[in-house]
């Protein structure tokens, strides 16, 4: 049984960071690409960042981007999200997942066939 299970969520003041990591289990997640999407109360979960099986391209939103950093430990079957320069609007549930049988981060970024974790909240204070 595939199981995503993130951690490192909490409360922040404006301006400040936040590193969230995401353990994998039940399956190698080496040839798969892994990600965030983030949720808010009466919106659609929305991508955030994603990298490549090799970790070696990142992908992310626009209103993340030169503020968050993805990386991952493929020995450790891990994702992480370097938060920085947290702003009140990334206040949100944040979703670890990789995708089920697509190898391309643009079949993760559409989050329509993914695996998903099961959700740490971050709430930045302004």
């Known amino acids: 049984q595939v199981q995503l299970v993130e951690s490192g969520g909490g409360l922040v003041q404006a301006g400040g960071s936040l590193r969230l990591s995401c353990a994998g289990s039940?399956?190698?997640?080496?040839?798969?690409?892994m990600g965030w999407f983030r949720q808010t109360p009466g919106k659609e979960r929305e991508f955030v960042a994603a990298?490549?099986?090799?970790?070696?391209?990142?992908n992310y939103a626009d209103s993340v981007k030169d503020r968050f950093t993805i990386s991952r430990d493929n020995a450790k079957n891990t994702v992480y999200l370097q938060m920085n320069s947290l702003k009140a609007e990334d206040t949100a549930i944040y979703y670890c997942?990789?995708?089920?049988?697509?190898?391309?981060?643009?079949?993760?970024?559409?989050?329509?066939?993914?695996?998903w974790g099961q959700g740490t909240q971050v709430t930045v204070s302004s």
């Open positions: 997942t990789s995708t089920r049988a697509s190898f391309t981060t643009a079949s993760l970024m559409r989050g329509t066939d993914n695996y």
């Open positions: 039940g399956r190698t997640f080496l040839t798969y690409p």
């Open positions: 990298i490549s099986a090799r970790g070696i391209i990142p």
